[in-house]
C-alpha cells in the first residue's frame, strides 16, 4: 500500500487547496473540540458541501475531535455523536480516552485514530490502543526512527501516522499549559495562543544551579530572544527512512497557516513520493513559505533537533521569501479571471503563478479589473476585482510576488 500523504484544512478554501494540490487524504476540526479552535473549521450544516468536495477527488477525510475534555464538555459531546452519524468522515481522531466507549455506541463504524497529543512512542501503549480499538496512531513527536519500527513490528496490523513537517512545540506533544498561564487560552483546549513564538528578554545569564558554568545558548536580536521556541520540522529528504520505518502516513502541519503555505509544502511532497524529475525545484521552494529554521526533529535521536542539516542560511525569526497575493478563481471572460485578494496587487510588478500542474509561470504583463471591469492601478485585499492575462491560467493557482521583507521576527 501506498504511504498516505495527509494535509491540513482549517476552512472550505484549505480543504480544496489540499486536495488540488496533490494531499491523499486531509484533517480538518468541526467547530467545538478541535485543538485549532481558531483555524475557522467547519459547523454541522456545512458538512454537505464538505462530503461533495470528498466525493468530487475522492480522498479520505478525518475529523480532529482532540480537546481533553471537561465534565460540561463529555456530557455535551454525547448528544452530539449521533448527528455525524452519516458524516463524510473516514475517522476520527482523538486524545480523551472517555470518547472511546461513546464513538463505539454511537459511531461503531468510524474508524478511531488516536491523537498525536495522547504522546504514543512505544508499543506497549500502541498495543493497548489497539485493543480498545484504534485503528491509527498518530506518534507522539519524539518517536525516532528506530523507536517507529520497533512499534510495528510489535503491533503490524496499527497503522502509524507521524508529523513529518510542521511547527513543533517546545512541550511535550503539545500538552503545555504556557498559554494558559500567560494568557488564559487553553492550549488543550485548541485555544493556544503559541506563547513559545513570543519575543522574551532575559535579565541574567540562564545557568542550572547544580551545573556551574554551563549555558543555556540563547540568540539575540534588538533584546529579545526566542528561546521557547522550536525550529520547524521538515523531512522533505528523508521520505524513504519514512517509509521503511513502517509509516502509513505522513502527515503536515497547519490547520492555521494560509493556503499559500498549503499549496507549496503539500506539493513538494506529492513531488517527492511521486519521484518528480523536477522534484529539487518543488522542494527548494519549502523555503519561500513562512517558516523558522528547519530541523530533522526527533527522528534521527534526540540530539537532532539541535542539527540543520537541510536549510539555507538563515537569520532571527521567521523566514519568508514571498509574499502570497490571492487566488485564481474563474474565467470570466476569454483572458480575464476573478481572483480572491489576500494582500495588495499593483500593476508593474512581477507575479507568479503556481499550481499543482507547473512549477511557477511568470507575468508581468498583465492588468487589474475592479468589480465592474474598469482598469485600476491596484486592488486590495478586502475588494473584489479581475486579472487579465495572456498566460494559460487555472481556477486554484496561487499568485505570488517576491517578498519585500524576507525576515520577519
Known amino acids: 500500500m501506498a504511504i498516505e500523504l495527509l494535509a491540513p484544512a482549517g476552512n472550505r478554501e484549505k480543504l480544496l487547496t489540499a486536495f488540488n494540490f496533490g494531499a491523499d487524504a486531509a484533517y480538518m476540526g468541526m467547530t467545538n473540540y478541535s ?15 464538505v462530503r461533495k468536495i470528498k466525493e468530487r477527488f475522492g480522498r479520505k477525510l478525518y475529523c480532529t475531535m482532540n ?15 449521533p448527528t455525524l452519524k452519516d458524516s463524510p ?16 455506541k454511537y459511531l461503531p463504524d468510524k474508524e478511531l485514530h488516536l491523537s498525536t497529543q495522547a504522546s ?11 485493543k480498545l480499538g484504534f485503528k491509527r496512531v498518530i506518534l507522539g513527536r519524539e518517536a525516532s526512527l528506530d523507536d517507529i519500527k520497533r512499534i510495528k513490528d510489535a503491533v503490524p496490523e496499527l497503522e502509524l501516522e507521524a508529523f513529518v513537517h510542521g511547527a513543533m512545540c517546545m512541550s511535550y506533544s503539545g500538552r503545555c499549559m504556557l498559554s494558559s498561564f500567560l494568557t488564559g487560552r487553553g492550549a488543550n483546549q485548541g485555544d493556544c495562543s503559541h506563547t513559545c513564538r513570543w519575543n522574551y528578554k532575559l535579565h541574567y545569564a540562564l545557568e542550572e544551579e547544580e551545573r556551574k558554568g554551563m549555558y543555556f545558548p540563547i540568540e539575540e536580536q534588538d533584546g529579545y530572544t526566542t528561546i521557547l521556541s522550536s525550529k520547524d520540522l521538515c523531512m522533505i529528504d528523508h521520505l524513504d527512512d519514512l517509509a521503511a520505518s513502517g509509516l502509513s502516513s505522513l502527515k503536515i502541519e497547519g490547520r492555521m497557516k494560509s493556503i499559500y503555505y498549503i499549496a507549496l509544502v503539500t506539493r513538494a511532497y506529492r513531488k517527492a513520493l511521486d519521484r518528480d524529475p523536477d522534484f529539487s525545484l518543488y522542494r527548494d521552494d519549502l523555503f519561500n513559505v513562512s517558516h523558522r529554521e528547519y530541523s530533522t526533529g526527533f527522528f534521527y535521536g534526540h540530539d537532532a533537533i539541535d542539527v540543520n542539516d537541510i536549510d539555507k542560511p538563515t537569520s532571527y525569526g521567521y523566514q519568508r521569501e514571498y509574499l502570497f497575493l490571492g487566488t485564481i478563481r474563474d474565467e470570466v471572460r476569454p483572458g480575464i479571471w476573478s481572483i480572491d485578494i489576500k494582500n495588495q496587487l499593483r500593476k508593474g510588478r512581477q507575479l507568479e503563478y503556481i499550481g499543482s500542474d507547473v512549477y511557477k509561470i511568470e507575468d508581468n504583463d498583465f492588468s487589474l479589473l475592479d468589480a465592474d471591469f474598469n482598469p485600476v492601478e491596484k486592488l486590495d485585499h478586502g475588494k473584489s476585482g479581475y486579472i487579465m492575462s495572456s498566460k494559460k491560467l487555472k481556477s486554484g493557482y ?11 521576527n
Open 67 to 81: 480537546i481533553l475534555f471537561s465534565e460540561d464538555q463529555i456530557r455535551d459531546v454525547e448528544s452530539f455523536l
Open 35 to 49: 485543538l485549532r479552535k481558531n483555524a475557522g473549521n467547519f459547523t454541522a450544516e456545512e458538512l454537505e458541501d
Open 120 to 130: 504514543c512512542i512505544n508499543s506497549s501503549a500502541a498495543k493497548l490502543y489497539h
Open 398 to 408: 496561487i499568485i505570488r510576488s517576491e517578498a519585500d521583507i524576507k525576515t520577519i
Open 89 to 104: 468522515f473516514d475517522a476520527f481522531i482523538i486524545t480523551d480516552m472517555g470518547l472511546v466507549d461513546l464513538f463505539h
